[in-house]
């Protein structure tokens, strides 16, 4: 690489040393958000993680520019890390192309049976960790007529926050109106999303949000929080909810669900021309 003009670290991790402290070319690096350090309560790092995070804190000065994906992160790296905010570049990212509206009946109607979807249903893409309020969204989901299908790898991990999430649906006596869904393939998850009558995503924090312009590419409204980058993301084409208030939440999926077929139409074209401004050509 010291023949190199520019090197890009297109990852930068807080508790683990990835980049290197000296380098011999300019470089540029990518961090994607700093939710980590802006909780740190809820990101534990431990002796080695802190020692690390020194090292990491000391690489970037050695570093041209930092790439991040919403003017949100550019605030929180700035306060975080100490990284000149002149030198912080925020590139919004893009849904994939094949995200959009589907409108074959028998495609639609498919992927429904494959993995066995109620009619009309929430549908939330994710994790599991605590800024994506997952527990919010079970809290919602007690008070909204309609169904909820959880999308996301880390629901079937043997993990607290998990243990949580089902002794709350338990709790709730609400199992029967949730799904959770494993590893979704993408031309199913386009679909899916087709499917769903909204998603919602009211995480506490996001670095960005792509599951809001994903959704918004297919046609589907988004209830989404208006905090942090997701406020920035969804513009005026998202629905707004209280991520810290549950019943908010529903109430706002539930306007989403009472809206008259006219209504509907009208706020999910509003939803596919909001998303078409972003595109991976304008973050390139």
Not at 35 to 56: D, E, S
Not at 72 to 101: E, H
Not at 145 to 156: C, I, K, L, R, T
Not at 162 to 188: C, M, Q, R, W
């Amino acid at each position: 690489m010291k023949n190199a003009d520019v090197v890009h670290y297109p990852y930068f991790d807080f508790f683990f040393h990835t980049l290197p402290v000296k380098s011999h070319v300019k470089r540029v690096v990518t961090v994607h958000d700093a939710i980590p350090l802006v909780f740190a309560n809820h990101f534990p790092k431990g002796i080695k993680g802190t020692f690390n995070l020194f090292l990491q804190k000391l690489a970037l000065k050695n570093t041209s520019a930092v790439i991040c994906d919403s003017e949100t992160s550019k605030v929180d790296i700035t306060q975080t890390l100490g990284f000149p905010a002149k030198r912080i570049f925020p590139i919004y990212l893009a849904p994939n192309p094949k995200f959009k509206a589907v409108k074959d009946a028998k495609v639609l109607q498919d992927i429904r049976k494959k993995y066995n979807l109620p009619q009309n249903f929430v549908l939330y893409v994710g994790d599991v960790n605590w800024n994506k309020n997952v527990e919010g969204v079970i809290r919602a989901a007690a008070a909204v007529s309609m169904d909820f299908v959880f999308v996301g790898p880390s629901f079937f991990h043997e993990i607290k926050a998990v243990a949580h999430i089902n002794n709350l649906v338990e709790s709730l006596k609400i199992k029967g109106k949730i799904t959770f869904l494993k590893y979704i393939p993408t031309p199913d998850l386009v679909v899916l999303y087709n499917l769903a009558k909204v998603t919602c995503m009211p995480s506490l924090y996001e670095g960005f949000g792509l599951p809001v312009l994903e959704s918004m590419a297919c046609g589907t409204p988004v209830v989404c929080s208006r905090t942090s980058s997701l406020n920035e993301i969804g513009g005026e084409a998202a629905v707004y909810a209280d991520p810290y208030n549950p019943q908010d939440i529903a109430q706002r999926l539930e306007e989403v669900n009472k809206l008259s077929t006219k209504e509907y139409a009208s706020l999910a074209e509003k939803s596919i021309s909001h998303a078409k401004k972003f595109s991976w050509e304008k973050t390139a």
